[in-house]
Every structure is written in structure tokens, then in C-alpha cells.
């Protein structure tokens, strides 16, 4: 299986503040026929299920503010909230889908500082 | 708008069986891949199963091959999960998620939880 290692594990910024989540495959997720990067994030607040903010790896979802944005390459890839906001606390998950064996990452937690 | 409700779990003794169910309203659920995904009280998350839109293709994740049986009902717009032989290792809250083929997950039940515990 692929294994989807996030870093860090938690991470306290201050309202209006960068946030950065990192993700790392342990093989490539980049599909070369097509250079699609077969990578997801999802934000999942206390208590709530999982929402879907971007995938291809940089699409944000219809709806999600552009405050999220996705970056990476093959094996690489991060989750920038450009400006942290209240309602943006939440445990943040990649996922990989270039394998029929689904993978996410440990999940980050994001807190205000 | 898109609905999953998710019903069928419980409190279950080791080595029993569960059937989870997961009505969807909303679009047009022949149409679309659906999974299972689970989540162990403060665990992250975990891919269970997905089923094709037609139910032809079938995928499961090692923890549980043999164990459990996704299914579908296109007609009654229902998702199941049988789970046999169930050990405290399966205690989580189950999801189902609506796939885009078989990428991302776009949208997400409340969940429901499993507790196996004798």
C-alpha cells in the first residue's frame, strides 16, 4: 500500500496567519499518461464528517473559500491556508487514489494560536 | 441536495456480524462509485471499501478482505456493508462517501458507529 505521511502532526497559528500541511507519498501518485497527481485533501471538524477542499491536488472544491490552496509534485505535496480563520480549526487529511487501495495520511491538526 | 444517511450500527460481540446501510437521496446514485470509509474513536481515518456505480467492480482493504461484503442496490438507492467476524479492531464510526469514479470523495455521511466489545 501507499503511505501517506503527513507532517507536522499539529500546528498552532495566529488568526490571519499562513498555515502549511505537508503530505508525502511513499511512491509516486503522479499518473504520467494523463499528469494527473492522484491526491485529495479533506477538513474534518470536531465532531463532523469529512469535507472534500481539494483534489488533482490543487482543485479546490466548488465552494471551498481560495483560501485553501493545494500545491506538490509526484511524492510531495502540501495544503496552504493562506490566512488562518476561526472556523478553519480542524484536522486536515491528503489522501491518495492513484492506488485501488485508498490511503490518507494521520490527519494534522490545526489550532489557533 | 446530495443526502447519505447511514444507519445499522451498534453494539456487537466479538465474532458477530453487523449490516450497515446507507440511503442516498439527492442525484442519481446508479451513476456514481460509493465507499466505506471508518474512523476508531480519536484514530484517523481508513479506507474500508468502494463498489463500482454498477456494482462490477469490487475493491476492500486488506484489514477486512474476507471479512466484510460491500453491496449496492441501485434500485432501493441503498449502499451496504455486511461485516462478519468482527473483532474490537472494527470498533469505529463508518462513513459512506460518494465517489467521483474512483478519486476523491465528495460527499460524506454522519456516520455510523460499530462498537465491538463483549
Known amino acids: 500500500d501507499i503511505v501517506m505521511t503527513q507532517s507536522p502532526d499539529s500546528l498552532a497559528v495566529s488568526l490571519g496567519e499562513r498555515a502549511t500541511i505537508n503530505c508525502k507519498s511513499s511512491?509516486?501518485?503522479?499518473?504520467?499518461?494523463?499528469?494527473?497527481?492522484?491526491l485529495a485533501w479533506y477538513q474534518q471538524k470536531a465532531g463532523q464528517p469529512p469535507k472534500l477542499l481539494i483534489y488533482?491536488?490543487?482543485t479546490r472544491e466548488s465552494g471551498v473559500p481560495d483560501r485553501f490552496s493545494g500545491s506538490g509534485s509526484g511524492t510531495d505535496f502540501t495544503l496552504t491556508i493562506s490566512s488562518l480563520q476561526a472556523e478553519d480549526v480542524a484536522v486536515y487529511y491528503c489522501?491518495?487514489?492513484?492506488?485501488?487501495?485508498?490511503?490518507f495520511g494521520q490527519g494534522t491538526k490545526v489550532e489557533i494560536k | 441536495q446530495v443526502q447519505l444517511v447511514e444507519s445499522g450500527g451498534g453494539l456487537v460481540k466479538p465474532g458477530g456480524s453487523l449490516r450497515l446501510s446507507c440511503a442516498a437521496s439527492?442525484?442519481?446514485?446508479?451513476?456514481?462509485?460509493m465507499s466505506w470509509i471508518r474512523q476508531a474513536p480519536g484514530k484517523g481515518l481508513e479506507w474500508v471499501s468502494y463498489?463500482?456505480?454498477?456494482?462490477?467492480?469490487?475493491n476492500y482493504a486488506d484489514s477486512v478482505k474476507g471479512r466484510f461484503t460491500i453491496s449496492r442496490d441501485n434500485s432501493k438507492n441503498t449502499l451496504y456493508l455486511q461485516m462478519n467476524s468482527l473483532t474490537d479492531d472494527d470498533t469505529a464510526v463508518y462513513y459512506c462517501?460518494?465517489?467521483?469514479?474512483?478519486?476523491?470523495?465528495?460527499?460524506w455521511g454522519q456516520g455510523t458507529l460499530v462498537s465491538v466489545s463483549s
Open positions: 462517501a460518494r465517489g467521483r469514479g474512483t478519486s476523491c470523495l465528495d460527499y
Open positions: 439527492g442525484f442519481t446514485f446508479s451513476d456514481y462509485y
Open positions: 463498489i463500482s456505480s454498477g456494482g462490477s467492480t469490487i
Open positions: 511512491q509516486s501518485v503522479l499518473y504520467k499518461s494523463n499528469n494527473k497527481k492522484y
Open positions: 488533482w491536488a490543487s
Open positions: 489522501q491518495q487514489y492513484y492506488s485501488t487501495a485508498v490511503t
